[in-house]
């Protein structure tokens, strides 16, 4: 299986490979996978590439990334969007920044889902805003949001904006319908915009669950912006590419009036990439979901087997949030270091007793992770 394939990414400056460069530690942290990009991604990139310009591109005139964004979210989401609701950005976190910007003013407060990434978490404050966090609650052995606090802050009138990951990032749940009508009540009552990052949503691992993306449900068609990209999926974070969806014309409006001037437009090869990702490679997309489920079901059973570790559902994604408390250590992250495994630190993400192991990876490398923790 091309998944099992162990690429040496040594001499490629890899973000993720350079932190313990020159050490005896995986590196199992950021997100992105040690998967090759599907060949029809790699031999598109290569036919532009062979043309030799690579001059300015306009996005929104590119019509077969367009399209093929069409084509993708009705294949999979049955969601039939408008063309003129993409809105084309250099990556999701330019996006979320964005938004704090576009729908905020100098005062008002910006409520966050946490645990979550460090770019997410950091948002509100780039701005000059107040950063108000909403934290996950443990239910029914999984992770959700907790929903009477979200309520309480979402009445100050100084609350604009609230931003979250769904599939929610890193703690793996997939948000419901029961949650988003919640979400969408909440959000309508006190006029609430919501920024809905959505980077994971193609990586569904549960399959008696579906994703529901944020613009296309009930209620929140016209307090919603949907950040997506095929980066996490495909494996080209590196090629800056990803969009918006925004229906209601005045917040796409704001939106775009809030990029002017210093968000650059998205990468050519990007949108290359993008449009081979969301026409061509359907079959690799079902491969890669089912080795991840592969992965999952490895890390759940050793995770399991090691006292003083807890994972909850991990519902979507190829991150384990993984609980350290019960090792009684105060720093989790230096302790698995010394083991030979680099994961997220939990401190990044809110939370030091915990750590973030990207199991996207070939299985040996799981293998030999979970070796060196139980040696």
């Not at 990414?9 to 090759?36: C, H, N, Q």
């Not at 796409?252 to 990029?259: C, D, I, Q």
Request: aromatic share 10%.
């Amino acid at each position: 299986m091309q998944f099992d394939d162990v690429i040496d990414r040594s001499s490629t400056y890899s973000f993720k490979w350079e932190k313990y460069k020159g050490k005896d530690i995986l590196p199992m942290w950021v997100a992105d996978t040690e998967f090759a990009s599907p060949q029809a991604i790699q031999l598109a990139l290569a036919d532009r590439v062979k043309h030799g310009l690579f001059g300015y591109t306009l996005p929104a005139q590119y019509e077969p990334a367009n399209q093929a964004v069409q084509r993708w979210l009705k294949d999979k989401y049955d969601w039939q969007i408008d063309p003129q609701w993409i809105v084309w950005t250099p990556g999701v976190v330019p996006a979320f920044n964005v938004a704090c910007k576009a729908y905020c003013e100098a005062g008002d407060s910006v409520m966050i889902q946490t645990p979550n990434y460090p770019p997410l978490r950091a948002a509100p404050g780039i701005s000059g805003l107040k950063t108000i966090e909403i934290a996950s609650v443990e239910v029914d052995g999984r992770w959700t949001l907790d929903f009477d606090q979200l309520e309480k802050q979402a009445s100050d009138p100084k609350c604009k904006l609230f931003i979250i990951c769904n599939p929610m990032n890193p703690v793996g749940s997939v948000l419901n319908e029961s949650e988003l009508r919640r979400i969408s009540e909440i959000c309508n009552k006190f006029d609430v915009k919501l920024c809905s990052d959505e980077i994971h949503c193609d990586l569904i691992l549960d399959q008696t669950l579906a994703h529901l993306p944020a613009g296309n449900f009930p209620g929140l068609e016209n307090h919603s912006i949907t950040l997506m990209a095929a980066s996490k999926t495909f494996n080209v974070a590196g090629l800056g590419t990803s969009f918006a969806i925004i229906p209601d014309n005045k917040l796409r409006s704001k939106f775009v009036l809030g990029m002017r001037g210093f968000i650059p437009w998205a990468n050519v090869m990007g949108l290359v990439a993008t449009e081979a990702a969301f026409t061509k490679c359907d079959e690799w997309h079902a491969d890669l979901l089912d080795y991840l489920r592969g992965n999952l079901a490895y890390i759940e059973q050793k995770i399991a087997q090691i006292d003083g570790l807890r994972m909850l559902k991990v519902e979507a994604t190829f991150l384990a949030w993984i609980d350290a408390s019960g090792l009684g250590l105060d720093n989790p992250q230096a302790y698995f270091e010394s083991k030979g495994v680099g994961p997220s630190p939990g401190v990044d993400f809110g939370n030091k007793q915990f750590v973030r192991i990207n199991f996207g990876c070939p299985r040996s490398m799981l293998e030999e992770a979970f070796k060196r923790l139980t040696a």
